[in-house]
């Protein structure tokens, strides 16, 4: 069943987002090279908390950090390490906070110091599928057009769309109903309605949509090693449109 929030609960999203949003914001100064990713991770951990909340992935599933840190091929859920940033790496710090009880979960992708053309373009194009994604939310959506959505705007920028990982539902758990995918069929699947909170998080590749999960049991990587992007913000379906919780 897909939950629909109360106005109680959207406060606490809307909070649970904001400290997402923020934590992303108060990390961006730090993004350079020569930082190791465990250090990322422990100024959010330490921030999260600061503001009154607790890091979503930790422990979730087994996770044993508090955000995820993915260098270049790296697509998703890269544990925090003793590597360090380079000059030319494009690093996604994907963010989750619980604040009374609700999630927010936001991802982003940055570069660090000066990237190649071809990085800012994956950067900018996987940015941009997002918000085509988000454009299509209002109360009578169904979830198939945002998929159709993202996948056609990459599908014109010849970029791969990872098929294995998909957006979700978002409230007294990070991971909830209905699964969002990064393609598929306009007026296909579940009805959005107003009062669902959803997270919309594309993972577009420069090369093949293929991934592989590493020995680690947690990191997905790029089949041919090509850089991969990741978009996300957590949004509250509304009559007329949609509401980003995660902004910065
Ligand atoms: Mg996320
Ligand atoms: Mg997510």
Redesign the pocket.
């Known amino acids: 069943m897909i939950s629909i929030k109360s106005d109680y609960e959207i406060e606490l999203m809307k909070k649970a987002g904001e400290i997402v949003g923020d934590t992303h914001k108060y990390l961006i100064p730090y993004i350079k090279p020569g930082i190791t990713t465990k250090k990322l991770n422990d100024l959010a951990h330490n921030y999260i908390l600061k503001r009154g909340a607790t890091p979503s992935?930790l422990n979730l599933y087994g996770y044993p950090g508090s955000i995820?840190v993915s260098i270049n091929e790296e697509v998703?859920h890269g544990i925090p390490s003793n590597r360090k940033l380079k000059e030319g790496d494009i690093v996604t710090l994907?963010?989750?906070a619980c604040y009374k009880g609700y999630h927010g979960?936001?991802?982003w992708t940055y570069p660090v110091g000066t990237i190649s053309e071809a990085k800012k373009k994956l950067l900018k194009d996987t940015e941009n599928s997002l918000y085509e994604g988000l454009s299509v939310i209002k109360e009578g959506t169904r979830i198939g057009d945002i998929g159709y959505a993202i996948e056609q705007y990459a599908k014109k920028h010849h970029l791969g769309v990872v098929k294995e990982l998909v957006g979700h539902g978002v409230g007294k758990k990070?991971h909830e109903e209905p699964d969002v995918p990064n393609y598929g069929k306009p007026n296909t699947g579940p009805l959005l309605k107003a009062g669902m909170v959803i997270?919309v998080?594309p993972m577009l590749n420069m090369g093949t949509p293929d991934v592989y999960l590493l020995e680690d049991d947690w990191t997905v990587i790029t089949a041919d090693l090509k850089p991969a992007a990741?978009y996300?913000h957590t949004v509250l379906v509304t009559k007329e449109g949609y509401t980003i919780l995660t902004k910065r």
Do not use: L, N
């Open positions: 992935f995820c998703v994907d963010i989750g979960d936001s991802a990070v997270a998080e990741h996300e």
